[in-house]
Every structure is written in C-alpha cells, then in structure tokens.
C-alpha cells in the first residue's frame, strides 16, 4: 500500500519527494565497504591461480565434451565420461573455496546490513529512478527503499572491485 502510494505521488511530481542525500551516500559507502571487505577475505582465503586452473580445465572439458556429442564420436565420449568424475570433483573443490569467504563474513555482513537498516529506516526514499525497473518476479520501485538501494550499489561496485583484485576467473 504504502509503495503504491510513493508510487503515485512520485509519478505525478517527482520534485515534491525528500530524498536523504547523507543516508543515500552511507549506503553507497557501506556496499563499497562490505564488497572490499568481501575481496580481502576472497584474495586471502581462496587459492586464485588453483580455481584459474581449474576454470580453465573444465572450459576445455565441456567444449571437448560438446565437440565430441556434435561429432557423435562415441569412442571419444567414453573418454571424456571417465574424465567427468575427476570434474565433478573440481567443481566441488571450486565451491568449496568459494564457499570459505561467504561463510566467514556472512554473520557480520548480516549484522551491519540490519544495523544500518534500523538507522536509515526501512522505508524511507534513498534514491529516486526515473523509471520504475522491472524484474522477472517483481519491480524495482521509482522511489527506492534501503534494500532496493543497497542491493543496487551493491551489484554495481562488486564487479569493479572484484577486477581490481584480480578476483575474476578470465
């Protein structure tokens, strides 16, 4: 109801809508925060140059696998069936040391995110889009609430940030 409401009174004068600037800025500074916290854990916790290797060996799996099934060279996918389970195996590997950094910092990251949820507020209008951005299950409203705002920063700066360290699998 109230989102409807801000909704409405936002599509017929944008201008009339309180934005709090310092509020919109601490979230913006605390979704750089939590993802170079998140980095630093990453580059300390996880082996890079093992989960590279890794990436790249089942990139050359999967396209071997796909030429051969194109082919229909059954001697080939025999080979490369055998070879699956080894895959398998690095994959879980793979997530495991993926897994290490989230469960480390997920409790505190969860205790900042409700902190600073409880000093903005839940409701209150940290960013005004001019258009409300539709998703698969639901829409980003116009006048954007803590966690639509959050989520947004969030997403935006994890890929820079995990380029600057050197955190991609490319």
Known sequence: MISSLLHTQLATNPQT?????????????MAIGVNLLYAVGRLKLTDMDKMRRYT??????????????????????????KKQQQMSKMQA???????????LFMIPLLG???LMQHLVGVSSVLAVS???????????????PFFWWYMICSFSFSGVISRLFGLTMD
């Not at 809508?17 to 500074?29: C, E, H, K, M, R």
């Open 56 to 81: 790249a060996e089942m990139k050359a799996f999967r396209s071997e696998m796909s030429a051969a099934t194109k082919e229909g060279n059954k001697q080939k996918m025999e080979r490369l069936k």
């Open 17 to 29: 809508y309180p934005i709090d600037l310092f509020n919109t800025g601490l979230i913006v500074v």
């Open 130 to 144: 001019p258009i409300a951005i539709p998703l698969v299950i639901t829409s980003i409203p116009m006048a954007m």
């Open 93 to 103: 590997e793979m997530s495991m040391q993926q897994l290490k950094p989230s469960l």
């Open 112 to 114: 900042v995110y409700y």
